[in-house]
């Protein structure tokens, strides 16, 4: 099973440039989450999505972009790329229905993205 | 906003130490609260807590949620050189589409020696 695949798993790109991250699962999980991890520090939530067509902001989403086309892919849009940026990405998905949530969230490997 | 403050922020013990991780939080329509071990790479999930008092239980692992003094303790008991890892503590809150929506800690960076 391939699970959460990201690509690419490393960039490196100049100020002003945009991207995207690239994620896609096979678990047929409706949920999925785009997360930014920051050298020593925990995971800060980007965009979140509940299904197909439904996106929502997380804690820090200025200069990032999302959509959801398909349940399989959840592709993260970086605009004018700044260093502040500079940080490692992972893309996530779970299932949950009605009210039930296992809390088990299923990552990608990550994508290393620096700005310089 | 949604907050989770985990403490320490890292720790270096030997084997065959006990070690107790923190997490506290704050969280609108509380739901869950998760720990995940993270080492070279993603994440991986340890344990879910969504009530109170009850202690859940894998191996050397253990945990227990207080949801009146809010917040969760990570027990690891008889440390090996591979529990080595950064330790996250998430919450999540029951609200409408957002009960999905996990918020992390900073984690805790625990270092076993030999």
């Known amino acids: 099973n391939a699970g959460v695949t990201q690509t690419p798993k490393f960039r490196i790109l100049k100020i002003g440039q945009s991207m995207t991250l690239q994620c896609t699962q096979d678990?047929?999980?409706?949920?999925m989450y785009w997360y930014r991890q920051d050298p020593g520090m925990g995971l800060k939530l980007i965009y979140y999505s509940v299904g197909a067509g439904i996106t929502d902001k997380g804690e820090v989403p200025n200069g990032y972009n999302v959509s959801r086309s398909t349940t399989e892919d959840f592709p993260l849009r970086l605009e004018l790329a700044a260093p502040s940026q500079t940080s490692v990405y992972f893309c996530?998905?779970?299932?949950?229905?009605?009210?039930?949530?296992?809390?088990?969230?299923?990552f990608g490997e990550g994508s290393r993205l620096t700005v310089l | 906003e949604d907050k989770v403050v985990q403490s320490p922020l890292s720790l270096v013990v030997h084997e065959g130490d006990t070690v107790t991780l923190n997490c506290s939080y704050e969280?609108?329509?509380?739901?869950?609260l998760l720990w995940y071990k993270q080492e070279k790479k993603a994440p991986t999930f340890l344990f879910m807590l969504?009530?109170?008092?009850i202690e859940k239980k894998s191996g050397r692992l253990s945990s227990i949620l207080d949801k009146k003094e809010l917040f969760s303790i990570l027990n690891i008991t008889a440390t090996q050189t591979g529990d080595s890892a950064i330790y996250l503590c998430?919450?999540?809150?029951?609200?409408?589409?957002?009960?999905?929506?996990?918020?992390f800690g900073q984690g805790t960076i625990l270092t076993v020696h030999p």
């Open positions: 969504t009530s109170s008092g």
């Open positions: 969280v609108t329509n509380f739901r869950s």
């Open positions: 678990m047929n999980h409706n949920y």
């Open positions: 998430a919450v999540t809150n029951a609200g409408g589409t957002s009960y999905g929506k996990l918020t």
């Open positions: 996530a998905s779970t299932r949950a229905g009605g009210r039930v949530f296992t809390g088990e969230l299923f």
